[in-house]
């Protein structure tokens, strides 16, 4: 082996540690729109707004949230979160409802991917829907992830595209946007009820989840040109 | 018994030509400082209490470079330039995307690919071919991706639930599945996340491939072995979820929780990790028999 050749491994790794220079040169795109703006009012609700504490938001590392819960007769209907990140990287990348909400006793029990109809934009255009229980109360939880021109709710393609655009594109700004809706059994575990509070609780989400996808869309910035 | 009855290679040594010494060096130094932040989120999670499920590394690494030291550097050095210069490039591509994209599993297994790299470059193919075991040992010390668990959890809980309800039946306790929730008259057992099997399904994996390496010889017996930890684990975690249930029956509602749940759980896994060496057993005995077989002399048969 010729003399030179022999650092060709360290060549290739150094040329490695120089492309890893680049990372720090992402796009960091704020919102268009503040995203607390986003389904701020919805007819026949009233609304309270929820602040994420520091420490959660450190650890959830979003730049810009809503956290709304929507109420009839002071009765808590659905809740609302928008998390907006400008860039992801290591610590700092959205983490799945799907991982994170199991907590506090928290178990998935069924689970269903819904279409989002007419929804903007590129990607599946359809939200993951979750039912949790715990110990006897039952929720329903409905997420995707919007950016960069897309709707998605596979997570697999959610870190692909985030891949692709980053090498790409240089950005990884995204959104996650959750709505959660209690399942009122009112102590009732047959199937009966759990399914017609579930059946209630897919209109709702359905119904807005259009609007909600299309006010996401207009508050983020534009999807990557080529 | 000494290492060579349990198939653990035995140590060769050879000198690595000293020209080679400082670009090998060079590049290590180099394949340090690249891969300093993947090793280093690594060993966090491995250390990371919390999550149990990662802590297998910290067994499995240090049996992986143990398994690297005694297995040695082959004789016979031929580099693989090609494929040396193909891996190392892979490794980079993939090490900044996962970077950008903040995925770890990606981000480590590229850890790997450029340990190849280097090991192909400078030791040739054979060698790694030889380093096979302690690079599966590594690879297996890398966490899944939370995606993946997650996938992999769902089914398990309902399997697991499956199986227990129907052994609960069989014992004729009435019984009523919804899901993942077992009712059973006055309770209702929820098999939760940590109920299914996962956990243990990886263990056995990992000491399916540590009996495979280490007692038997053959690839078909490796493999049936790892086969077989599955379909064990997923059985064993299910009679784990029956035997909860006719405690909470008969005995008493504590045992669905707390001390007597996780003893339980530890008393299973005993059980799971006997089973496996009681098949790895019955392996090497059919191994031992077909060598046998093999070179028993030729008997002349009297046509007569």
């Known amino acids: ?226 | 018994m000494n290492d060579a009855a349990l198939g653990v290679p035995q140590r060769r040594t050879a000198t690595l030509d000293q020209a080679l010494w400082v670009p090998l060096g060079v590049a290590l130094a180099l394949f340090a400082v690249l891969y300093a932040k993947p090793a280093y989120l690594l060993v966090r999670d491995w250390t990371n209490f919390d999550n149990p499920d990662s802590g297998t590394g910290l067994l499995l690494a240090p049996l992986a470079f143990w398994f690297a030291f005694q297995t040695g550097v082959k004789e016979v050095r031929k580099p693989a330039i090609g494929l040396a210069v193909a891996f190392l490039l892979a490794a980079i591509g993939i090490r900044y995307v996962a970077d950008l994209a903040a995925e770890l599993f990606t981000l480590r297994v590229s850890m790997l690919i450029g340990a190849a790299g280097l090991i192909l470059w400078f030791f040739g193919v054979r060698q790694l071919l030889a380093w096979w075991l302690p690079f599966v040992l590594l690879g297996l010390a890398i966490p899944l991706p939370e995606l993946v668990i997650a996938k992999l959890t769902a089914p398990l809980q309902l399997i697991a639930s499956r199986i227990g309800a129907s052994l609960i039946e069989w014992r004729h306790i009435p019984v009523m599945l919804n899901g993942n929730v077992i009712r059973i008259p006055g309770h209702d057992l929820f098999v939760a996340e940590a109920c299914s099997g996962l956990r243990s399904l990886t263990a056995l994996v990992n000491l399916g491939v540590l009996l495979g390496a280490m007692l038997l010889a053959k690839p078909w017996s490796r493999i049936s072995l790892l086969v077989l930890a599955v379909p064990m684990a997923i059985l064993i975690n299910g009679f784990r979820i029956f035997l909860t249930a006719f405690l909470v029956y008969f005995v008493s509602p504590e045992a669905g929780s707390g001390f007597m749940h996780t003893t339980e759980g530890w008393l299973m896994f005993v059980i799971a990790f006997a089973s496996l060496g009681a098949v790895a057993s019955v392996l090497l005995y059919i191994e031992g028999r077909q060598a046998a077989r093999g070179k028993a002399p030729v008997q002349d048969v009297d046509h007569g």
């Open chain 1, 1 to 226: 082996m010729a003399e030179l050749t022999r650092f060709v491994p360290a060549v290739i790794l150094a040329a490695g540690l120089g492309l890893l220079g680049l990372t720090h040169d992402q796009v960091r795109p704020t919102p268009v729109r503040p995203i607390a703006s986003i389904l701020d009012t919805v007819a026949g609700f009233d609304t309270k707004q929820l602040e994420v504490d520091s420490s959660s938001r450190r650890v959830a590392g979003m730049d810009e949230y809503v956290n709304r819960v929507f109420l009839r007769d002071t009765n808590y209907v659905f809740s609302l979160y928008v998390g907006y990140y400008t860039y992801q990287t290591q610590g700092k990348s959205i983490h799945s409802p799907r991982n994170c909400l199991p907590g506090a006793g928290w178990e998935p029990v069924e689970s269903a991917v819904l279409p989002i109809a007419s929804a903007p934009g590129i990607g599946s255009r359809d939200m993951n829907k979750y039912i949790l229980a715990n110990q006897g109360a039952y929720a329903a939880v409905y997420y995707w992830y919007q950016g960069r021109g897309r709707i998605e709710s596979n997570e697999y393609t959610v870190k692909y595209n985030l891949m692709r655009d980053a090498a790409l594109y240089g950005r990884t700004e995204e959104a996650l946007v959750r709505l959660v809706i209690p399942l009122d059994t009112r102590g009732d575990r047959s199937q009966e009820v759990i399914r017609r509070e579930i059946t209630r609780a897919d209109s709702i989400a359905t119904s807005l989840a259009p609007r909600l996808a299309r006010e996401v869309s207009a508050a983020l910035p534009p999807a990557p040109q080529g």
